[in-house]
């Protein structure tokens, strides 16, 4: 593989230049091909065994018992490929054609052991990998012209695979285009984009060169598991003894939850009571792209780093500050980035425990004391159970006493709020729901023999009878779902908010040397899902969530989250409904409740900004495409910054406060008000008054002195 010289301007210093020169072919020599240099993996003794007992393992213990056929070895060659190059960037359609071979061929190779497919596709895609840098690191010694009216595909999972070489090439120019004028807008110059992108590109190569047998065959089992559904999949051996440490900070850091997505590390979830949680400025699919110690530290890009390296990176001794580089969740394109800054500290037990407060709503001239509980997670201290068996730490300990607290306040309605709460243990969900209703069934659980267990509140005190609102959003899931879906199907309150995530299974993790009891070395695990949940009105919550009552429009419901969204999911379906009273608490005041939310959603600026947001995103995501004209960026960056500016200062004018002058920096933004929560309140008031108004209770304090 000759280095062609360009005719472009070189933009470095004759030293700078030779050391790219001598870092370009030592790159070179290693990718010629299959040279030697570049080192093929193959699959380790006790591969074949375990690849053969995971494909007697999964159509035997998973909820949907799928035998290993030629439909799941299209599925595992699909996934498997999606895993190694999900944005079609490195692999040619030579090469997928090539693997096709393999698409009905897959499922025999496992049962006779076979792994050879496995490792030439891992081997294919580490040498296409180093193609590409050697190509990046070459393009990056020249010139990019931003004049030049081209466009930029970031998201390539819809489009074909490039046909030839100089196809990737071009797709790659304008990727390597599109990064260096992200820097030059973000400020950077020619020296700093260069040494940014340069590290970049080796830190994924190494990143790919570090991988061995064990991981190659981790993730062609994975592609197997996850051809089942998506939270299905197999552990090696030292992910199964370090499980959550590659996917999620140690409780000494800032508590979140990160994946690889690509080059990047996207955050997955926030861990309730961690650092990140209470800054509030961190937020699931929000990607992590630099990181920087204290408050002066210099700002490393961690861009195709190793998921491993960017974790040990963030985490650090309590009390230290980290600063986080983001392309937040909602941005429009990746030049939309800002920084924040985190103190490390352990996730403190007391900062996850459910909380309250009161709020007097003043609605149609009478006063309500609402009362609002917020709960991050659902925990129980099963330790401490046995010692204090009816006083011991849970979530649904916390709320009795919260609610008995409340009731002495004198609340007239009470709003749970489970936004952004992942869930946790299924009996609090449970005992939590019983709260609310006599005994009763809370949800059914399916399991892989086809049998229903209904599991039941079983205690007939009732802690609270009232008007009763649950906020839910796209990260509320599993244990949250089953809550709120319970409360749903009993009509007991309305639920409002956005569709919840859609987790509606549970896994297990089956140890692999527990059927090759002879083998001299661990295995590994595979984790398999093998139960899913219903409702009790006979509707599962896998797939579909929970669709609240009353649908208030967030930008969270465009992004890729939420059950579907992930591919192969297992889909919504429907079994028996169980025997449970309908309370008819909402349902009669439903239509009203929609009419009056609506008008005031209409007329309030804060739902106005959220829908112009939403637009603004959807319009984004069907474009999905960036242009490649400094001019034209630049002025895109304008017009996002114009629209902030004119949204700070209509906020400011709503306050009272003056506006900004027209080249004054914006600073500190001011705090966006909740417009869910301050909407569920007069939700809630209309419940409160409706009800009232039905059976003959007595409303809240009247206010309306001048007019009785």
């Known amino acids: ?86 944005n079609k960037s490195y692999f040619l359609n030579s090469d997928i054609r090539e693997f096709s071979h393999y698409r009905h061929e897959l499922d025999d190779a496992l049962k006779n052991g076979q792994l050879e497919p496995a490792y030439l596709i891992f081997n294919r895609f580490k040498t296409r990998v180093h193609e590409r840098i050697v190509y990046a690191l070459d393009l990056l010694s020249k010139e990019f012209n931003f004049t030049e009216d081209e466009r930029f595909q970031p998201d390539r999972t819809d489009a074909r695979w490039p046909e030839d070489a100089a196809e990737l090439d071009d797709l790659w120019r304008k990727r390597l285009k ?71 900070l140690s409780f000494q850091g800032i508590g979140a939850s990160l994946v690889q997505d690509d080059v990047y590390t996207k955050v997955h979830s926030i861990i309730p009571g961690g650092p990140a949680d209470r800054g509030k400025q961190l937020n699931p699919n929000d990607r992590i792209i630099g990181v920087a110690q204290g408050e002066s530290g210099q700002m490393l890009d961690v861009i195709g780093m190793r998921l491993d390296d960017v974790v040990q990176k963030i985490r650090g001794k309590k009390g230290t500050l980290v600063r986080l580089q983001i392309i937040p969740a909602d941005a429009i394109s990746n030049d939309e980035t800002k920084v924040i800054s985190i103190i490390r500290d352990k996730v403190v037990l007391k900062d996850r425990e459910a909380k309250s407060d009161t709020v007097k709503v003043e609605h149609d001239g009478t006063e309500y004391t609402i009362g609002v509980i917020t709960i991050p997670t659902f925990y129980a201290d099963y330790k401490d159970q046995r010692l204090h068996p009816s006083t011991y730490k849970s979530t649904s300990n916390d709320v009795k006493r919260l609610i008995e607290e409340l009731k002495s306040a004198g609340m007239d309605g009470l709003i749970i709020d489970l936004r952004n709460n992942g869930g946790g243990f299924l009996q609090e969900a449970i005992l939590l729901s019983g709260l609310f209703i ?53 009509d007991r309150g309305v639920v409002l908010g956005s569709q919840t995530f859609g987790k509606g299974t549970v896994q297990t993790l089956l140890n692999l040397n527990q059927f090759m009891p002879r083998a001299p070395e661990k295995l590994g695990q595979l984790k398999i899902t093998i139960s899913k949940f219903y409702r009790i009105a006979g509707g599962s919550t896998q797939h579909l969530g929970v669709i609240p009552d009353i649908i208030f429009p967030s930008v969270q419901n465009e992004m890729e989250i939420g059950e579907n969204t992930e591919k192969n999911a297992l889909p919504w379906d429907q079994i028996q409904s169980t025997n449970f009273q309908n309370l008819g608490k909402v349902k009669p005041y439903l239509n009203q409740l929609l009419e ?84 569920a309140r007069f939700v809630l008031a209309d419940l409160i008054q409706l009800s009232s108004l039905n059976d003959g209770r007595p409303v809240a304090k009247d206010l309306r002195k001048d007019l009785r």
Do not use: W
């Open 596 to 679: 009056r939310s609506h008008q005031r959603t209409a007329k309030n600026p804060e739902f106005t900004y959220i829908e112009q947001d939403l637009e603004l995103y959807k319009e984004n995501q069907d474009r999905n495409s960036l242009s490649l004209n400094e001019a034209v960026r630049q002025q895109e960056r304008s017009e996002q910054e114009a629209n902030r500016f004119e949204r700070e200062n209509q906020r400011r004018t709503a306050k009272g406060l003056p506006p900004l002058a027209k080249d004054e920096e914006i600073k500190d933004r001011m705090p966006q008000p909740d417009a869910v929560l301050i909407e």
């Open 1 to 86: 593989m000759n280095l062609k010289m360009s005719k472009c301007k070189s933009k470095y210093k004759p030293i700078e230049s030779i050391f790219r020169l001598i870092t370009i072919i030592s790159i070179l020599l290693n990718v010629n091909g299959f040279a030697a240099s570049l080192e093929n993996l193959s699959p380790e003794e006790q591969h074949p065994k375990a690849g053969y007992i995971i494909s007697k393992l999964l159509p035997r213990y998973h909820y949907e018992h799928t035998e290993v056929t030629d439909k799941i070895s299209a599925k595992q060659l699909e996934q498997y490929i999606e895993i190694l190059d999900p």
């Open 438 to 490: 006599e005994t009763g069934p809370v949800v059914q659980v399916k399991k892989t023999n086809g049998s229903v267990d209904v599991e039941r509140d079983t205690d007939p005190d009732v802690v609270y009878d009232g008007p009763l609102a649950v906020i839910v959003n796209r990260f509320s899931a599993s244990a949250s779902e089953i809550f709120a879906a319970a409360i749903q199907d009993y």
């Open 178 to 248: 599109n990064e260096a004028l992200e820097q030059k807008l973000r400020k950077k110059n020619e020296a700093e984009i260069d040494s940014i992108l340069t590290r970049r590109y080796t830190n994924f190569e190494r990143r790919i060169d570090e991988y061995d047998a064990e991981d190659v065959f981790q993730l062609f089992m994975t592609a197997l598991a996850q051809s089942y559904d998506p939270h299905s999949a197999y552990l090696s051996p030292i992910t199964s003894d370090n499980f959550g440490i590659e996917m999620s």
